[in-house]
């Protein structure tokens, strides 16, 4: 169990234990909801397993909903550099989370970092997945499977240059500056650099809820994680053989959205839709249709 105290200004107004797992060493905080088969939701960066709130709150009624912190996103107490937070060893604890919380095969949703924990989970343990929703998926790889290969960027370049162009922007001004600024101790300004890149647009962390503004503070420290080394995944992409929705968002960066493309291509039974009036995080910015193609996508995949 986790202790979480929580206060409005000075003033503790209650505390509570959270339910949590230990999986590889590691202490886990899940939220758990509702009943039947049994959804696992996989988050981001920076965020944690609040970003489902709009989800775990609508889909709980026909289904049981699991969303989860992963092993440094907050509530959860883990220290460290952040090093170990690999694709792979996140895919790792998903398989310790979901054989000692039960329920599978699943249905696995995953956003950005979590979609690319999700693609490379699924691609291994096929026998525990039943279908997968990757959310703008960060799966870098599928572009260029070095990331900062000088030629590779080339070569992308001269087959599509405007997802080139949009990659390179974000790498130059956005990650780069957002991990220097991480560094030096200014985690509102690497937030701000990060969102503002993932979303291209000047101004997209400012404008975000309050809500979820101290959320993504709250979890400023993960931002490290982007420079954990990446996975090659286009041989592994095939691999996966349940059904595949791909999530984008209708205003989100090309690069991005070129991935959800590829990757949509490259599974086995995949297919590829765009929310709305969203960038990088549909299902908190245009929660509504993201449910409703979500729901869709669900009850042509129940396991009933």
């Known amino acids: 169990m986790i202790t979480v105290e929580i206060s409005i200004g000075e003033f503790c107004v209650g505390v509570f234990f959270m339910p949590s797992l230990e999986v590889n060493g590691n202490s886990f905080f899940y939220d758990e909801n509702g009943a039947g088969e049994t959804i696992i939701f996989c988050h981001g960066i920076p965020t944690d397993y609040r970003a489902w709130d709009s989800q775990t709150s609508e889909f709980s009624k026909k289904f049981r909903t699991i969303s989860y912190s992963r092993r440094y996103a907050a509530p959860n107490k883990k220290e460290g550099n952040l090093a170990d937070s690999t694709i792979g060893n996140n895919a790792s604890d998903l398989k310790g989370l979901i054989e000692k919380l039960g329920g599978a095969p699943v249905h696995l949703v995953g956003h950005s970092y979590g979609g690319f924990i999700a693609a490379y989970f699924a691609a291994d343990h096929q026998d525990l997945v039943h279908s997968l929703v990757l959310v703008e998926p960060a799966i870098s790889t599928m572009l260029l499977e070095k990331v900062g290969s000088v030629s590779q960027m080339i070569s992308l370049l001269l087959r599509s240059p405007s997802v080139a ?9 956005s990650l780069n500056p957002c991990l220097k600024a991480l560094d030096e101790g200014q985690f509102e300004k690497a937030v701000e650099l990060n969102i503002d890149g993932l979303q291209e647009r000047k101004g997209a962390f400012a404008s975000m809820p309050i809500k979820i503004k101290e959320m993504m503070m709250q979890n400023a420290r993960t931002l490290a994680e982007q420079r954990t080394v990446l996975p090659p995944f286009k041989s592994l992409a095939s691999k996966i053989s349940c059904p595949t929705f791909v999530l984008n968002g209708e205003d989100g960066a090309i690069w991005l959205k070129r991935i959800g493309e590829l990757t949509a291509a490259a599974v086995q039974k995949g297919q590829l839709a765009k929310v ?23 009850s042509m995949h129940s396991q009933a």
Do not use: Q, V, W, Y
Request: glycine letters at 6%.
């Open 165 to 173: 162009l949009s990659a390179r922007r974000f790498i130059t001004e």
């Open 276 to 298: 709305p009036s969203s960038g990088h995080f549909p299902h908190m910015e245009n929660p509504s249709k993201f449910n409703d193609l979500l729901k869709g996508f669900l």
